[in-house]
């Protein structure tokens, strides 16, 4: 029973963090189920860079949705100027 990770490694065995052993009588911060932690420090700089990871996941989802928006529109499409703008040229 109990999650055991590589080389049969428990999950409550070290900090998922920096690796210190968790000691038997001192608290484990939890995260995600899971993942155990030394202290509050390491729990909250997993949760930081999973939170800037998400970010970062996103921002490419949002880029790749308007370039795939851009592909979709076709040569036909593209270069078109909209009635009442006007080009500049330098």
């Known amino acids: ?9 428990h999950f409550l065995d070290a900090c998922f963090l920096c690796r210190k052993p968790l000691a ?3 608290d ?4 995600r189920g899971d993942t155990a932690f030394c202290s509050d420090e390491c ?7 999973d939170e800037a990871a998400e970010k970062r996941r ?3 989802a949002v880029t790749r949705g308007a370039m795939f928006a851009r592909e ?14 006007s080009i500049l040229a330098l």
């Open 28 to 31: 484990i911060f939890m995260y």
């Open 1 to 9: 029973m109990g999650a055991a990770g590589p080389a049969g490694v």
């Open 24 to 26: 038997g009588n001192r």
């Open 58 to 60: 996103k921002a490419r």
């Open 43 to 49: 729990r909250s700089a997993q949760m930081a860079a």
């Open 72 to 85: 979709a529109e076709g040569p036909q499409e593209r270069g078109k100027v909209r009635a009442g703008s």
